[in-house]
């Protein structure tokens, strides 16, 4: 997920006809959070890297490998980004990928995340500058973190529950 000065304006309530001032930064410096999530344990693990590429995602796929419980094996459900499916990643032995068809987010359930981020705590700033996205970005993740059943809401489904098979 890209968060930087150039903010997502989301929706916000106010009186019908109206139109609520909302802040705008058009400047470019960003950050990138590379999460994921267990909704069986109610757990996650993420990096905040500065760029999307092969080395964030070899970083947080060794933070996922560390955040496994011994003996156990992670799916990684992802889409098909260039750095998600390059052959240039070390891939855990306990992690398998799950890579999405194209163009089906509905499917990821990190969209569900994303989404709960920015519009809790991500979407309608201004960052004064690098290390203000950054403290943004760890901020809003611990707070989901601290929150397990809704780390589960945001992750459940059905298709992948290997224990209804």
Not at 2 to 19: D, E, L, P, S
Not at 28 to 51: N, S
Request: hydrophobic share 40%.
């Amino acid at each position: 997920m890209r968060i930087g000065q150039k903010t997502q304006r989301t929706r916000v309530w106010a009186r019908r006809g109206t139109r609520p001032r909302q802040v705008c930064d058009l400047r470019t410096g960003c950050a990138y959070l590379f999460g994921a999530i267990c909704p069986e344990r109610r757990t996650g693990a993420a990096v905040v890297m500065q760029r999307a590429d092969t080395e964030g995602m070899q970083h947080h796929l060794d933070e996922i490998s560390a955040n496994v419980s011994p003996g156990a094996h992670a799916v990684l459900v992802l889409d098909q980004a260039g750095w998600h499916t390059t052959g240039k990643l070390r891939k855990p032995d306990n992690i398998t990928l799950l890579p999405l068809p194209p163009r089906s987010p509905e499917l990821n359930p990190a969209e569900n995340v994303w989404e709960y981020l920015r519009g809790r705590w991500l979407s309608n700033h201004v960052f004064a500058d690098y290390d203000a996205i950054l403290d943004a970005v760890c901020d809003a993740w611990n707070r989901l973190i601290a929150e397990p059943d809704r780390i589960q809401s945001l992750g459940a489904r059905t298709w992948a529950n290997c224990s209804q098979a």
